[in-house]
Nanobody
Framework: QVQLVESGGGLVQPGGSLRLSCATSGILFKYSVMAWYRQAPGKQRERVAQITSGDIADYADFAKGRFTISRDIAKFTAYLQIDSLKLEDAAVYYC??????????????WGSGTLVTVSS
């Protein structure tokens, strides 16, 4: 059974930092493309960043410079480091995996999200 479990969200003051984690199980993590999305109240879900199986990272324009995506293959876990948090970063952050099955067909999986609140 595939599971993506996010953690690390919480209440942070503007200018603070957070590291979100996405612990996975049941997927071929080494060969998966991992991504982080976020959804603020009343807004559409948007992609923040992704990292390929070759560790190539790509960021949304708003995320460049303050967000860092990474992954630890040994721990089957992806991370999102957020620095210099702004009020507009407040959202539910979701982990996404595009993971191959045994036949090489890719499937999409989502975590249930972790809430990031930014407030002074």
């Amino acid at each position: 059974q595939v599971q993506l479990v996010e953690s690390g969200g919480g209440l942070v003051q503007p200018g603070g930092s957070l590291r979100l984690s996405c612990a996975t199980s049941g997927i071929l993590f080494k060969y998966s493309v991992m991504a982080w999305y976020r959804q603020a109240p009343g807004k559409q879900r948007e992609r923040v960043a992704q990292i390929t199986s070759g560790d190539i990272a790509d960021y949304a324009d708003f995320a460049k410079g303050r967000f860092t995506i990474s992954r630890d293959i040994a721990k089957f876990t992806a991370y999102l480091q957020i620095d210099s948090l702004k009020l507009e970063d407040a959202a539910v952050y979701y982990c996404h995996a595009s993971a191959p099955d045994g036949r090489g067909i890719f499937h999409d999986y989502w975590g249930s999200g972790t809430l990031v609140t930014v407030s002074s």
